[in-house]
């Protein structure tokens, strides 16, 4: 060790000993990684992700206490060490804003594991120096405790605790999809890596209801089948009877529109039938003249029947929108151990609680649509939730706080 | 009459108000005036969300061009209490030109206003959450403002503390507010999808976001003194903002988001 070196590491370290110690401590990570190479970190379940939590916070609780009134710790606990240890987490966090995560990337980008930022070592190692950097700086506003530290106290102990409780509770956390059809109750499912589960409870579909928003017009250009830009943007919703004036000219008239439709004979009959799609029979006009130049069908595709454009010109062909959906529901039939089956209903943003799972209903038969034989449900176990929430709500409170003192600080200006 | 016809009516109001706003306070130096044409401009913005959400049957909060109008609104709204309460002239007018960008690029950009609503956006959560978070932009794009005013001042060596002690209180009502509207998208997130994080590419830039606002928080209690560090980390900070809420629909690695907008 040279002499300056010995300088730079002289007690009391600022800012510039942080960033060294943040950025080294990363790249020590960043090291591992490109050694061992493609190792997944699984997070351990219960009681290991317990056991590990409290290991964690009463080693460094004690470290702190035992020597609180040295300089470094002093250091650790301080915005010196806060500073450096945020900047280096923002760039890691950068990379993963900026470098697409999946699998498929190029060469070098594997090679330094910048496709899955989430599970680098380089990525825990900086979490886990800010994880430390975090309970100090707790540590030393908890004792002596003030209450001019309360709202210190919920910003800085609620992102702890949100941080802690989704981390070490990630192991005890399933998501289960559950692939529901008609007449037969199920309970298994697969998780994302198709690992194969069974569950407390079963479920069989009883009956599944979607709605759709009705199709629009979309214009394509005819040969390079790039969109048309129409200026001024005339609305292309569907309605019967609606005159759409699309362009210089050009105006379209909505002759009939079937919401489910089948085709016969190069015409469509409004039929509700399995695979049957929205057609509109459509009139182009000449505005000028009010002559019809042409009639004909647009159609959305099903799995029963093809698609149906309409040419206009040489720079115009009308399709129709595929179909968006606009609320989708399974009703459920629900069986679990302690009590009588019992229908649910499920519905996007509206989960139902059994039995320590919630049950989300999450997607369908995509391609048969309305038609679909079954419904899927996602069935989610995340004991660490009451935790997390915690967490929440004291950061929630914390930023009220903040709103408040700035306007008492303002008035006292 | 069509929405697009009504917007560009409503916004060359706005714009032409807010313009003669500027006129009549730096020129007449008649203030009162001022005031009352922004007040004016800010209630045709208003009045033409209201009409949108009423037409469209949802809160018009799904598009990009949506977000901008409640941006708009907010902008105006801050600038004009800044203006009213500390007497910033300047202020009104850097918020007027703010306004009059982003309505202007909806102008340029005229979309269809879409009625479609997806079923994960069907929530109670969804006009907090966007509200939220429109209202915390617009503060930290306010204290922006303040970080290029501070930085025109400190180059011409006329630094003034006031303008970054300004900032500051901005930037803590807007990082407060986008605390907020983070955790309210977490709990939204676990009603609709199951998981309060999920690292959506848009999550990922909004903690990023998030954290660098921390950044600026936690620099300006450590060196006050040097002020020139925190403009810059001030005016990156809202660089990132902007990737957060525009730029993410085209980045390549936010091709999957399940955040991205129709533009």
Redesign the interface.
Known sequence: MNLENKNFWSQPWS?KQGFLLAFSFSFLGFLMEITIKGVEVAFPPFPFNLIFLGFFITIFTIIYFVFRKKTWIRFFSS??A??PA??V??GI??I???????EQAPQWIKQLGFNHV?HHLMFYCSFLYLMVVLLFTVCKRVYPFSWNNVSFMFNHLGLLVILLG?VFGAGD?Y?IKMVCGYGQPIWYGTDDKGKMYELPLALELQEFDIEF?EPEIVTLNTTTGKPVDLK??????LSNHKKIILKNDITLIVDTLYLHAMKMNQRYYPIEAVGSSTAAKLKVIQTSTGSVIKEGWLSTETFMQPFQALTIDDETTLYLSSL?????RSELKLFTPDMNPKSITL?????YYCNGW?L?Q?SYDQTKGKWSEYSVI?A?R?PW?PV??TG?GM??L???M??FQ?RK??SHE | M????IFNFIAGCTIGLGLVAVFATYFLKNKTIGHLLLGLAMAFLLGYITFLWIKLGRAPLRTIGETRLWYAFFVSLIGFVLFWRYKFKWMMLFTIVMIDVFLMINLLH???FD??????L??YWFVPHVIIYIFAYSILGVSAIFAVKGLYQYNRNQFNPETLLMAD?LV??G???S??GM?FG??WA????????S?D?KE??A??TW??Y??YI??R??KAQNVKIALYILIFAYMILLICWFGVNY???A??SIHVYSK
């Not at chain 2, 069509?2 to 016809?5: A, L």
């Not at chain 2, 009625?115 to 994960?120: E, G, I, N, V």
């Open positions: 800012v915005i010196s806060a500073i945020i900047a987490f923002v966090v950068l993963m804003g900026l470098v697409p995560q999946q989430l989704g956390m998501r928003y001024p943007n005339p609305d292309l919703s968006k959906p606009k609320k989708y519905e996007v943003n509206k989960p919630k989300y999450v996602e989610v995340d939730l997390v929430y929440i950061m929630i914390g930023a009220l903040m709103i700035i600080k303002g | 069509s929405n697009i016809v005229p979309e269809n009625k479609s609503l997806m079923p994960a069907q929530s209180k803590y009502i990082f407060a507010f605390t907020i955790l977490a709990m676990k009603e609709a999808w199951g998981h309060y994080w690292w590419p990922t830039w903690l990023l954290l660098i921390m950044l936690h620099y209690l450590h980045l390549p690695s091709q999957n």
